[in-house]
């Protein structure tokens, strides 16, 4: 019986308001109160740290991750026996015209409303090819999940393992589609001019249009959403974003059911100060929650979207 009572009597003494704590319980007093409010603080601080240690500007971000994506791209393609892609300045351009027209015009496709086909891009820059190649994604935080999507689609996987393709350019920018913000790549393929004879055309179109492989040319072209069962865990970024948001909901609910405990189990006994107390720690905890002073922050955990 002493043992039932004794853990009977220590949650009553830390969370149930009685005339043993005088209706303060332990866990809701000033100084476990300041705790909640510092270990909030602390966690979105360390979070906001290693995400500017990591992707300290919008510029580093793109310089970064376009790189690792080649990178990746090129270990994928080495597994398959390929040639590495030379990455290509031109092709670089190209992908960087994409991606800011499909951030100014809110869309995200291989043609834009206009009606500029994914060639274009590659005409624009001068960049004179035999065979070229365009894969999109958006809303990834690191390179390895845009790959990874790519990877998992038939034909975003053979565009980029295509053995004819010797050079790759690539452009990341941030920015909002349909009201929210997020992260867009563009990846272009291609193979430079070798002479009129070894171009190959895409039936119904005219003789100076070549095809465009894979995304572009095989499938319908609809959009497809790659969901990955772990998806928040294969990227480290994600992954820190999502446990600190996990973190701050579960501060956030176990302050309010405290909250709840403290006003309405001696209804008739309050103490003022600390109910406003919890209120301002349940607030802080919504505020840290809602407020994305990362641009990363906006992304990280949401369905990888490829094209």
């Not at 830390?14 to 209706?23: F, K, L, M, T």
Request: proline letters at 3%; aromatic letters at 10%.
């Amino acid at each position: 019986m002493n043992f039932i009572q004794k853990p009977k009597r220590k949650l009553h003494h830390y969370v149930i308001p009685s005339a043993h704590n005088d209706h303060k319980p332990h866990l809701v007093r000033h100084k476990a109160l300041h705790f909640y409010s510092a270990l909030i603080l602390g966690v979105k601080i360390f979070a906001l740290c290693f995400l500017f240690a990591t992707a300290p500007s919008l510029a580093k971000f793109s310089t970064v991750t376009s790189a690792r994506i080649i990178e990746l791209a090129n270990k994928e393609r080495a597994a398959i026996g390929a040639s590495v892609l030379m990455r290509n300045p031109l092709l670089d351009e190209s992908a960087m015209m994409k991606a800011k027209d499909m951030v100014a015009n809110n869309y995200f496709s291989h043609d834009s409303p206009q009606g500029v086909n994914p060639w274009e891009w590659f005409k624009l820059v001068g960049y004179n090819y035999t065979y070229a190649g365009e894969n999109l994604a958006m809303n990834f935080s690191e390179a390895e999940e845009a790959v990874a999507a790519w990877m998992a689609s038939p034909t975003h996987r053979e565009n980029m393992l295509n053995k004819n393709y010797d050079e790759i350019g690539v452009a990341v920018v941030v920015g909002e589609i349909d009201g929210r913000q997020t992260t867009v790549v563009v990846q272009h393929f291609g193979k430079t001019f070798v002479s009129r004879g070894l171009l190959r055309f895409q039936a119904g179109l005219s003789e100076e249009v070549p095809a465009i492989a894979g995304a572009t040319l095989i499938g319908s072209g609809d959009e497809i959403e790659v969901t990955f069962k772990d998806s928040r865990y294969n990227s480290k970024i994600a992954k820190i974003i999502f446990y600190t948001e996990r973190a701050l909901w579960i501060i956030a609910i176990f302050v309010l059911i405290n909250l709840l405990l403290t006003v309405f189990i001696r209804i008739k006994i309050q103490h003022k100060p600390i109910i406003l107390h919890l209120l301002f720690v349940l607030l802080l905890a919504l505020i840290m929650i809602a407020l994305k002073l990362h641009f990363l922050e906006s992304v990280a955990g949401e369905t990888v979207r490829i094209l």
